[in-house]
């Protein structure tokens, strides 16, 4: 069954430090997305992603976050100079084309910044 | 008011129980309506996914919508052990972000 990878599971890093986690989405699907999800707190939105441009963003994706689609298969986030308050698991997701809005999530990659 | 409501438990049955989980929203424009299932430090896994009003039933899952109370439940028959997990709803206006409940933790006790 296809499913979304995401690499590395777990990062530490420094404050201020860049980061760039990597995902793989299913191969047949249009739509990306990045969640986070600090811990015991909400799984939050950050980004969608189609057509090769944003389509939608939160207040918390700010100057230091961006979002690549490098080649046909990875999609990456990147943070710019990480913070203390970064320490989450972040989450990939990704859906087919159409009006359904089932998203398919990754296993997530916990980023630690000390 | 928060826009998705989720009692966060902790839930512990005994197997064999019928399990009801439910969320509470206050966003009209909501049309989609997930179920996740989320084990500790995993991603979340699409369960259930229903459109509008209604029930759905698949297995010892069933989903229901009701709309007019903003109100949607899930159901879960015969739970087992593999069943603890932390259960998300999610609901999104249709091509818009998914958000979420803050989960509810289910102990299943055999």
């Known amino acids: 069954e296809p499913e979304v990878t995401q690499t590395p599971s777990h990062q530490v890093t420094q404050m201020g430090q860049e980061v760039i986690l990597r995902c793989v989405p299913i191969s047949n699907h249009l739509y990306f997305y990045w969640y986070r999800q600090i811990l015991g707190q909400k799984v939050e939105f950050l980004v969608s992603f189609y057509n090769n441009e944003i389509s939608e963003k939160s207040e918390i994706f700010d100057d230091q976050f961006s979002v690549e689609r490098p080649d046909g298969s990875n999609f990456t986030l990147k943070i710019r100079s990480t913070k203390l308050e970064d320490s989450a698991m972040y989450f990939c997701a990704s859906r087919a084309r159409g009006g359904i809005d089932e998203q398919y999530f990754g296993p997530g990659t916990r980023l630690t910044v000390t | 008011q928060k826009e998705v409501e989720q009692d966060p438990g902790p839930l512990s049955v005994p197997e064999g129980a019928i399990v009801s989980l439910n969320c509470t929203y206050s966003?009209?424009?909501?049309?989609?309506f997930m179920w996740y299932r989320q084990y500790s430090r995993k991603g979340p896994e699409l369960l259930m996914y229903?459109?509008?009003?209604g029930n759905k039933e698949d297995g010892r899952f069933t989903a229901q919508v009701d709309k007019s109370s903003k109100y949607i439940s899930l159901f879960i028959r015969d739970s087992q052990p593999s069943d603890s997990a932390t259960y998300l709803c999610?609901?999104?206006?249709?091509?818009?972000?998914?958000?979420f409940g803050k989960g509810t933790r289910l102990s299943v006790i055999a």
């Open positions: 229903t459109y509008s009003s």
């Open positions: 966003n009209s424009a909501f049309q989609y």
């Open positions: 999610a609901m999104s206006a249709g091509n818009t972000p998914l958000v």
